[in-house]
RNA sequence: GGCGAGGUAGCAAAGUGGUAAUGCGCUGGUCUGCAAAACCGGUAUUCGCGGGUUCGAUUCCCGCCCUCGCCUCCA
């Protein structure tokens, strides 16, 4: 059996991906901040969290998927202040957001899903651990923070000298807030009370205040998936600071090494450039089912590029998206029986025999760093002969039954929902008025009226449905 | 300034030291009264620019130009 090999940031090389224990792939996906929609680009970045985890699972590894919700925050409090609801109501509220949109676009849910204000008794021992092992100090006003000297290791994963970072933090970091650290570069723990965070406050050895941003990735991480674990993902802009912060306070307190690989996601781009609220490019679900396109096609939209790569959003994408997933549902609905489900695929997948016929190829090129467009340029490649030979008729039960058995995993992995292809019950939706056009249109076809039945098929494809002819009938579509 | 990603057909996008997958689009054909659908075929002598190494480079090396991201909250 193949294994995935991925990029790993860590190392900068294509590591093969295997859980370390022998049974279960650990690993910690930094989750959303809920205190608003997500936007499309933060949905990217789960899901090629996602799809990489559906490549484990489908090779036959079993995972354990910890996804954590960010509830306690800047943001989230002033939000919640504004809406005048307490924070845990809040962003109650947008985490449920969250779940169905992430439902809508097929997502696997996590096995555990953990968010940052259950967890403050765990991060203040964390931070009690660092100040014991003399890699965290608390400041004069109560807050805590991360002594970035005493970690020799610091900057590891993006490689980023401590001389360079305070160079280039010169002309930042003299935030009025920021003033208790002994160096720029440290960063805070534990953020003493301040007015303007309300009833928002937990109380700790250092007095009240919050936990720092950083700190529950950290907490969470350790506490459910061990001190060190297989794999830690998010998008490239947390590389710096959050995840290098991360590895610090982890390694600095237990010693060991805290995430064996580090999985990065590029950006979603919109006409160039990063989505951003300031630029006024920023689109959630909502907006996208307002231009008419559903959350499977911006599923595969988003997944179609490769993860390490920038990828421009276009409604023209989505557009190819809507094509391409129709012309795979419809040559699974040519292959007769219906797709084997994920969990049957699993199953299979950890036997040495797992046979994907032509569609080896493809499932091959995911298995080297999820190379999503080199898998679809041979999934096409694999299904234009069968394509072919369906038009043609006669293939033999077997063939569709192994092609639909190989074709099972690409549309898994990618966790495709494909459109259906309604043939006799769309005929039902049609209006009425439309449904008389087309009769009558075949009627006067019948009769060799060509002039008549031309003009009546202009006035069905006015009402948006299309025609399309058999031998001896006709089929109504949406167009 | 530091770190990083990238520049391949109209668009999107793989890839390799030996002469460019794939999808969309466009276009020709079969079918059709004509279309639509479906199927068949065509669509980059060339891979940002200039040098170098090599029998041979889009792929390796050097220089240059351009785009984008991170270095402050961020998927």
């Known amino acids: 059996m193949k294994r995935l090999h991925l990029h790993d940031t860590l190392s900068r090389d294509r590591c093969e991906i295997f859980p370390e224990d022998g049974e279960k792939f650990r690993f910690y996906c930094c989750g959303p901040t809920v205190y608003g929609p997500a936007h499309i680009g933060n949905f990217r970045a789960f899901l090629v969290q996602d799809l990489f985890r559906r490549v484990i699972e489908l090779s036959g590894i079993k995972t354990l ?19 005048e609801l307490s924070l845990i109501e809040f962003t109650a509220g947008w985490t449920e957001r969250f779940h169905q949109d992430a439902k809508q676009l097929n997502m696997l849910d996590p096995h555990l899903e953990p968010s940052a204000v259950q967890h403050i008794p765990e991060q203040v021992q964390l931070i009690e ?3 014991e092992n003399g890699n965290a100090y608390p400041s004069g006003d109560g807050s805590v923070y991360f002594s970035v000297k005493s970690y020799s290791n610091y900057g590891k994963l993006t490689r980023i000298d401590q001389r360079d970072l305070m160079a280039g933090a010169g002309e930042t970091a003299n935030d009025a807030d ?84 580090w999985f990065h996601n590029e950006h979603l781009m919109v006409d160039g450039s990063k989505m951003s609220k300031s630029l006024g490019n920023l689109y959630t679900l909502t907006d996208i089912h307002d231009r008419g396109f559903s959350a499977a096609e911006l599923r ?86 069968l394509e072919k030979e369906l038009a043609e008729g006669d293939v033999p039960e077997d063939t569709k039954k192994a092609a639909l058995h190989g074709l099972a995993f690409l549309v898994h992995a990618f966790g495709w929902v494909l459109p259906e292809i309604e043939s006799e019950q769309l005929a039902l939706d049609v209006p009425d008025h439309v449904k008389d056009l087309a009769e ?35 089929e109504l579509e949406p167009s």
């Open 440 to 474: 009558k249109r075949w009627i006067a076809k019948k009769e060799k009226d060509w002039a008549e039945s031309d003009r009546l098929r202009d006035a069905v494809i006015s009402e948006g449905w299309v025609i399309k002819d058999s031998k001896d009938g006709y």
């Open 178 to 261: 920021e003033y208790e650290k002994d160096n720029v570069c440290d960063f805070v723990l534990w953020k003493a009370r301040k007015p303007e965070d309300g009833d928002n406050y937990w109380d700790s050895p250092w007095g009240s205040g919050r936990p720092g941003w950083h700190l529950e990735c950290s907490a969470m991480g350790m506490k459910y998936l061990g001190e060190t674990f297989d794999l830690h993902a998010g998008g490239v802009d947390l590389c710096f600071p959050h995840h290098e912060n991360e590895i610090a306070q982890s390694e600095a307190s237990t010693g060991k090494q805290f995430a064996r690989h």
């Open 65 to 83: 998927h910890v996804r954590n919700i960010t509830d306690v925050d800047d943001k989230t409090i002033r939000e919640a202040q504004k809406s």
């Open 129 to 131: 651990r660092l100040i």
């Open 300 to 385: 595969y939209s988003l997944l179609s590029g490769s993860y390490r790569t920038k990828i421009n959003f276009s409604f023209d994408r989505m557009n190819e998206a809507r094509i391409n997933l129709k012309r795979i549902a419809s040559l699974v609905q040519n292959l007769g029986a219906g797709l084997p489900s994920y969990e049957e695929l699993c199953d299979c997948g950890s036997s040495e025999d797992m046979n994907l016929g032509p569609f080896e190829s493809s499932w091959e090129a995911l298995l080297e760093d999820l190379n999503a467009p080199a898998a679809l340029g041979e999934l096409f490649v694999a299904i234009k002969p």
